[in-house]
């Protein structure tokens, strides 16, 4: 899972560097799931391995059932935590192309309930058992504990998790209509955002395998193996869709024919004397290729107030 990551990080930071551009808050969340994903990596590719993911329980040994199951047990946490920070990349990452204030209230909302969604589910996880260590070793029957309903906590996080994954893709698609863009770069833009679908499916696949892996636990070394490497995936789609724009940016840099040439055309009529003037007596035509930063990429935003603010400042200056 953490080499896909990397794969995708390496050249979203190393365009940031080229360009000379500083790390957004995007970057900085993308950056942290990133580090949070290797214990997990480290976890799945190893620990749980070693000790028993799909093969059959009875295969192992007491103490690989008790290891895997504490491995799992931390995979957990740490995959909640994950799931929380990536999607608070994605999050900053819209409060950068959209600033109006009606749509950064929506987003900073978005954000609030998306850091209290993780934190709490992260801490239901890690005590969900009465004593923790009961976590990973009810399995014998030889010790006395508690455990909170473990199929309960993890169905209402995949389907919270899913509403969220769909009220994140509405946001820009529902932004998109007042976009002062050509039909064309609309599409493609909105292909771009659409790609996060791929999250909310893989989620619903997830929660799928989950609903299978909660009436069938009399062998969850075995049963776990699809649950989590949906898990995985969902992950890793995730960061793809968080750096999918800057892989735009980094073609434009690499293909500079990608980029557009902007041509504007404006009419103005003025009185002289008390004559007005026809508007095909004063007009100019101006085209210029633009150059492409990151803010002028980025920005998508509402160009109705800025075009507005642009005519009246025109009809001035001529």
């Not at 389907?159 to 009220?167: E, G």
Request: proline letters at 3%; one cysteine or more.
């Amino acid at each position: 899972m953490n080499i896909t990551q990397t794969a995708c990080h390496r050249p979203r930071l190393a365009y940031k560097v080229y360009a000379r551009l500083g790390l957004g808050l995007d970057d900085w969340f993308a950056l942290i799931t990133l580090l949070v994903g290797i214990p997990s990596s480290v976890i799945n590719g190893h620990y749980l391995t070693v000790n028993g993911i799909g093969r059959d329980i009875w295969t192992l040994t007491p103490g690989q059932i008790t290891d895997f199951n504490r491995y799992f047990y931390l995979d957990a946490i740490v995959y909640l935590a994950e799931v929380s920070l990536a999607k608070l990349a994605i999050l900053f990452f819209y409060m950068r192309i959209f600033p109006s204030r009606g749509v950064k209230r929506v987003l900073w909302g978005t954000v609030a309930f998306d850091c209290a969604f993780g934190a709490a589910f992260v801490l239901v996880a890690i005590f969900q058992c009465n004593p923790v260590s009961y976590s990973w070793a009810m399995w014998d029957g030889e010790r006395q504990g508690r455990c909170l309903n473990v199929n309960a906590i993890t169905w209402s996080n995949a389907m919270i998790s899913i509403a969220l994954d769909i009220w994140m893709l509405a946001i820009p698609l529902w932004q998109l209509r007042s976009l002062n863009l050509g039909w064309k770069k609309k599409a493609g833009v909105g292909a771009m955002f659409s790609v996060g679908a791929f999250v909310t499916i893989v989620s619903i696949l997830r929660l799928k395998s989950f609903v299978a892996f909660s009436y069938s636990t009399d062998n969850p070394t075995w049963d776990f193996f699809e649950v989590g490497m949906w898990s995985d995936i969902e992950i890793n789609v995730s960061m793809i869709c968080a750096c999918l724009p800057t892989f735009r940016l980094l073609l434009v840099r690499i293909f500079p024919i990608l980029r557009e040439t902007t041509h504007s055309t404006v009419f103005s009529q003025r009185a002289e004397a008390g004559r007005a003037v026809d508007k095909s007596e004063i007009w100019y035509q101006k085209s210029f290729a633009v150059k492409y930063l990151e803010t002028d990429e980025l920005r998508l935003m509402s160009m109705r107030d800025r075009d507005t603010a642009s005519a009246q400042s025109g009809a001035m200056s001529i």
